[in-house]
């Protein structure tokens, strides 16, 4: 029998108590509940005297599969039992080991007479079939409302008029709907919603002022207060150097002081305004004769007046942006808007029921709603369901209680036994990460203090805090982390005493590489910002950083130790898991290791609708319904089925200037040349599809569209091919669905789609298994919950968090339903809405906290944190700063963190822990040190990413060649080109149309949107797959010499040939264009004059930066017909240089210059690319933190550099 420790053996014998185990990552909280679960056994209890709830049927399985082990375990030990232990095996199958839904399933086989339901009923499991249901109930009540001409109903739907037209409110009725059905009572939850609105005519004494905004402002002012305080109590505030910073913190100080005075007695709201209004800076300056220990402090109160800025201003703009008339018309207007709202709400979830009625079909949420009615009614019938259960159960256990619902928790409550405790739970609040299904902690956080203070003694509260899974190390970096972060205002629960992990894993060796390590790689950022978030994609550095530490362990030959023969062992790729925070840049890691031979697993497929194959597919429906829409029809083109390039899209435009793309098409037929051949076949292809599609089902549109184009055929010889031809058939199949249900139309059909992805119910994919074998785990940390591995990389760690759920016209939350009001001229949030922004921003930041936790805590033996820090040494002091002694991080860094980093950063130690290189890492080191930072130096990730592209294999060479030369190796599926849809924002198209040729920049296509920065590509040009060279693919070859020409070399007189060599290997370059281009002329170049500042900071130039950018269509054509038109304009700039006073934009031009007429060739050249140049400045101006200071054409023909003015 194993040693327990005496929580776990309190967890295993304490009885009638409502018992809650707050059991921390790796206590053993399955073993102690199968042990309880067996003392209940063999003590008399049957298993069908028992209810075990969990939250997955994969729990519920090896639920079973344990206590079955622990039965035929006893068997043999006990003798007088064993009859009566054979009996409760046989039992365990048919035992109540279930999910809730299940459980609440059985309830309604049993007792479905109470609520008048037909016995006959279907379980409708199709999300399709039930996304389509709601649908269907949805455009039915909508016509309802419009035929009865209700005047609320068009209010609603105007309010949330805008770019998507009613979308925005119809995800509204369908958001809302998902809330509802998680609560008990959700009619009188419904109809409660509008009541918040009520304010009176005094702000200030309103509930909604008393019982929530007062107290965030006074929290969140107070701790400002307080750090304003500790500065000006600081000996260097007293110097004669910093009175001006002195007299301008006292002044805010003092300001400050009456606003907080004027909140605590509830001064009208107007004046409260004025005083948040007065609080500010006044201007002071720094000195270059400070010494550095004076500068330092100076940075210091600099950092803090910024904060202090942004807080008065965030603070003003939510709850003080206008009168307080204006407020409460606002609040008025929204309690108009609430109650329309819930009155189509009530409408959606009658109508939703009476169409699943007619079909007896019954669906997830209908299994908790009609137990619970079942359950809770007071009637004869329902209170002999209620009985039944509460005799049946002699207790009921529930796992990961921590992520209940309200309607689960209230069904618990009416199953367990009346005047008796006999309810167990289990679970973990820092491991809540279910958020968006509504999963709310709350519940776990007010038992465990309730319990905490219960002087009956019917609850109690047991701890389990010695963790059994992870090494010292692993433990101490957690507990570092999370001993800064999770307090009772941030998270419900101190870490520091109630959730610190103790160490209980005493079996691991001694001689163990076991070391926690923070490997960074330092980002360099142009205006020195300090800001540790980066963009929400995986950076090549990330990847790069992984596998040179897989590769080290592989040559290290690194020891693990293995828990099932207790001995250490070589290391295996299957015990390494690589945690992400999402899914999206699994194709990105897959490509990569794949270049380094590493075997890679990866678990987790959605992001369905997103997959190359079906955005194709999806793309050409779109024009077959109507091909008057740019986006889709470049996509489609620039797909494998048709592989237009650039220059055709180009060439096309520059007929047709004026039109739609489709209309260019249709033109362009009439020219006569190769081009409009291969035009005249696309535009019969889809004129024969849009007639095939008039007269036939979409399933069989779309099956056609396969047929025609081979497209099985084409994605199945791609990497994963089998996996994509499933999705493909799974399109056909769901088409099928649709139109069984009763819809038709391509265009409805069209935008259920779009709905699904909006609502992020993405129809997942059809998993493709294989066996896992020797691999790497790629996943992410949701898919990792109840996992461990011996070696954990967990990536990613400087990307934004998400706030996207904060931005729109709603948020609606467990409690509210905050609206943002359409006046006439503008938008503007109520006070409510403006209050759930805070609070739902919170609570998006506490659940990034503990998905962090759970990330961390999945490590046994190593855990690797991975991330790109910008400007290393500001951002660690800026990290330092934010502790300043302190035990905790201040709660407003905390809702200011926009990252994991953000947690990370300022709880390392960074001065206990001396900066080592990755190759200075030995496995003695790794033995004898509990944590390792380890700076990855961007030469060598340089060198690793160089070294994987060249590294792409035969077979996907031979691949690409054979199926579609315009395919670019395995990266195609990332190309927007092929990828982008009507319904992505103009930041997905960046790939869809490719810078076309130079002269023909400024022709694009019309689009309504607004001015964005796109990154960077790399595309294979045409002439890789060519044997003739034309001017325009020689100087396109030059210009990717020079984009790629390294100015982190010596610059020695062979460095140009090693430069073509490497591009040759990369199967970037045809070698037989070599001889075409003039290689004196990218010599004379990069060892020019002008060049010089690129050898001395290279970090600072940029190179083949694509952008798209809109402008006027006046601007850019004299005949254009609608001067109110708009022209999205893009291309890719071939390169700028970063210096502190501005920017220097340059442009290559291989154009021939007539040497006998230089002057004048000048001239003209200039007056030809002047107008593109400033483009190219208009557009850098408009994402660049700098201005254009200058521009110069690179005229590599003459070897001169001229300045455009």
């Known amino acids: 029998m194993p040693d327990y420790t005496n929580e776990q053996q309190q967890a295993i014998d304490d009885r009638d108590l409502d018992i809650l185990v707050s059991a921390s990552a790796g206590s053993g909280k399955t073993t102690v509940l199968v042990e309880r679960l067996m003392q209940e056994i063999l003590t008399g209890t049957g298993v069908n005297e028992l209810l075990v709830v969990t939250f997955t049927k994969a729990a519920a399985q090896e639920m079973k599969a344990k206590i079955k082990s622990a039965l035929e375990q006893r068997l043999n030990k006990h003798e007088k039992l064993k009859i009566d232990l054979r009996e409760q095996l046989n039992l365990i199958d048919a035992a109540n080991i279930s999910t809730i839904d299940a459980f609440c399933l059985d309830v309604i086989h049993r007792f479905y007479y109470v609520i008048d339901l037909d016995p006959s009923f279907s379980v409708l499991t199709d999300d399709t079939q039930a996304a389509l249901m709601r649908e269907r109930a949805l455009q039915e009540i909508e016509g309802e409302f419009l035929e009865n001409d209700d005047q609320a109903f068009f209010a609603f739907y105007e309010n949330f008029a805008g770019d998507r037209s009613a979308e925005s409110a119809r995800d509204l009725l369908l958001d809302l709907y998902n809330y509802a059905m998680a609560k008990p009572d959700y009619r009188d939850w419904l109809k409660s919603l509008p009541t918040q609105y009520e304010i009176g005519d005094d702000v200030t004494h309103s509930k909604l002022w008393q019982k929530s905004i007062k107290p965030y402002l006074l929290t969140t002012f107070s701790d400002l207060k307080e750090k304003l305080e500790q500065l000006l109590a600081t000996a260097a505030m007293e110097t004669k150097e910093l009175a001006k910073v002195k007299d ?67 603070s003003f703009t939510s709850f003080y942006a206008t009168d307080e008339k204006e407020q409460i018309a606002l609040l008025n207007k929204g309690h108009q808007i609430m109650t329309a709202i819930v009155k189509a709400e009530l409408a959606l979830i009658e109508r939703f029921d009476q169409l699943k009625r007619a079909e007896n079909l019954v669906d997830y949420s209908d299994m908790e709603q009609f137990a619970y009615q079942i359950l809770s009614q007071d009637t004869s019938n329902s209170q002999m369901a209620r009985s039944f259960y509460q005799t049946k159960f002699k207790e009921i256990l529930v796992d990961e209680y921590q992520d209940i619902n309200p309607l689960q928790e209230r069904i618990l409550q009416l199953i367990k036994k009346d005047g008796q405790n006999n309810l167990f739970m289990v679970g973990d609040v820092k491991q809540s990460i279910y958020g968006f299904r509504q999963a709310e902690p709350s519940l776990f956080l007010h038992k465990y203090q309730e319990a905490a203070k219960d002087e009956n003694k019917q609850d109690e509260r047991i701890l389990l805090s010695a963790n059994f899974r992870s090494t010292k ?26 959730g610190q992990l103790v160490l209980g894993a005493n079996y691991y060796p001694e001689k163990l590489p076991q070391a926690s390590e923070l490997i960074y790689s330092e980002k360099d950022s142009q205006d020195g910002s300090t800001n540790t978030e980066d963009e929400d994609e995986i950076d090549s550095a990330e990847i790069a950083m992984v596998i040179n530490r897989i590769k080290q362990f592989k040559n290290e030959n690194l020891q693990v130790y293995d828990t099932q023969t207790k001995e250490k062992r070589n290391f295996k790729y299957s015990d390494i898991a690589i945690l992400t925070r999402s899914r999206s840049d699994n194709l990105a890691i897959m490509q990569e290791f794949a270049k380094n031979d590493i075997p890679l697993l990866v678990t987790d497929a959605k992001n369905y609708f997103q997959t190359l194959e079906l955005t194709i597919v999806l793309n050409y429906l779109r024009i077959i319904d109507n091909p008057d829409q740019d986006i889709p029809l470049v996509a489609v083109l620039r797909s494998p089925l048709f592989n237009f390039t650039e220059t055709d899209l180009a060439k096309i435009r520059v007929h047709s200037k004026n039109t739609g793309f489709y209309d260019a098409l249709t033109s362009y037929v009439a020219v006569n040349d190769e081009l409009s051949q291969k035009t005249k076949i696309f535009l019969n292809h889809l004129e024969e599809l849009r007639h095939f599609a008039a007269n036939h089902r979409i399933s069989e549109l779309i099956w056609s569209i396969y047929e025609r184009t081979n497209l099985l055929e084409i994605m199945t010889a791609l990497p994963n091919g089998k996996q994509r031809r499933v999705n493909l058939e799974a399109l056909y199949e769901r088409a099928s669905s649709y139109e069984s249900a009763g819809f038709k139309g391509l265009y409805q059909f069209i935008n259920f789609i779009e709905r699904m992805r909006r609502s992020q119910k993405d129809l997942a994919q059809p998993l493709v298994t294989k066996e896992a074998g020797d691999s790497v785990r790629l996943m992410t940390v949701h898919g990792s919950k109840g996992l461990e591995f011996p070696i954990v990389f967990y990536i990613g760690l400087q990307h934004r968090y998400q706030m996207r759920d904060l931005s729109g016209n709603y948020i609606i939350n467990a409690n509210n339903l905050g609206l943002t009001i359409r006046q006439e001229h503008y938008r503007a949030d109520t006070l409510l809405k403006s209050y759930d922004n805070i609070a739902q921003k919170q609570q998006l930041l506490e659940e990034e906290a503990r998905i962090l936790y759970v990330g961390m805590t999945r490590a046994r033996q190593k855990l690797i944190l991975i991330t790109e820090v910008k400007n290393y040494e500001k951002t660690r002091q800026k990290w330092q700063n934010q502790l300043n002694g302190r035990q905790k991080l201040p709660l407003s860094s905390k809702l200011n963190a926009t990252s994991s980093m953000s947690f990370i950063g300022p709880a390392i130690n960074f001065d206990k822990y001396p900066e080592i290189k990755i190759s200075d890492i030995t496995n003695s080191l790794d033995e004898e040190t509990p944590f390792l930072l380890v700076h ?39 190309r927007d080109a092929s990828s982008t849809t009507a319904y992505q924002s103009v930041s997905e198209i960046k790939k869809a149309f490719n810078d076309p040729l130079e002269t023909e920049l400024e022709n694009a296509h019309l689009l309504a949107s607004t001015n964005r920065y796109l990154q960077p590509i790399e595309t294979k040009p045409d002439f890789l797959f060519e044997t003739k060279f034309t001017g325009a693919e020689i100087g396109t070859a030059t210009h990717l010499l020079l984009q790629y020409y390294d100015y982190n070399q010596k610059g020695e007189p062979e460095q140009l040939e090693l430069e073509i060599k490497d591009l040759i290997k990369q199967d970037k370059l045809n070698p037989e264009i070599v001889p075409s281009i003039n290689q004196q002329q990218i010599n004379w170049f990069v060892h020019s004059d002008f060049a010089k500042p690129f050898w001395q900071n290279p970090a600072q130039l940029k190179r083949e930066v694509e952008f798209s950018s809109l402008l006027s269509a006046s601007t850019l054509f004299n005949d254009f017909s609608d001067p109110n038109a708009k022209i999205l304009i893009h291309g890719t700039i071939d390169g700028y240089f970063v210096e502190d006073d501005g920017i220097i934009l340059f442009d290559y031009k291989t154009d021939h210059i007539d040497q006998h007429n230089l002057d004048l060739a000048i001239a003209n050249i200039k007056q030809k690319y002047t107008g593109q140049l400033r483009l190219y400045e208009r557009a850098l101006n408009s994402f660049a933190e700098k201005t254009v200071k200058h521009k110069y054409l690179i005229l590599l023909d003459a070897e001169k550099i001229v300045e455009i003015n």
């Open 248 to 314: 301008s913190f006292q002044l805010f100080d003092k300001c400050l002081q009456n606003y907080l005075a004027s909140i605590e007695s509830d001064e009208n709201y107007d004046k409260q305004r004025e005083l948040l209004r007065s609080c500010l800076f006044t201007s002071f300056r720094k000195s270059s004769k400070w010494d550095e220990d004076l500068l330092n402090f100076y940075e210091e109160c600099v950092e803090l007046k910024k904060d202090a800025s942004e807080q008065v201003f965030t």
């Open 936 to 974: 990855y130096e961007n030469e060598k990730i340089s060198s690793e990413i160089a070294k994987t592209e060249e590294v792409a294999s035969d077979q996907d060479h031979a691949l690409l060649t054979r199926i579609a030369p315009k395919l670019y190796d395995y990266d195609y599926p990332f």
């Open 473 to 498: 190390p692993v433990i101490k970096l957690v507990n570092q982390v999370f001993d800064h972060v999770l307090t009772t205002d941030f998270g419900g629960i101190d870490y520091q005493k109630e």
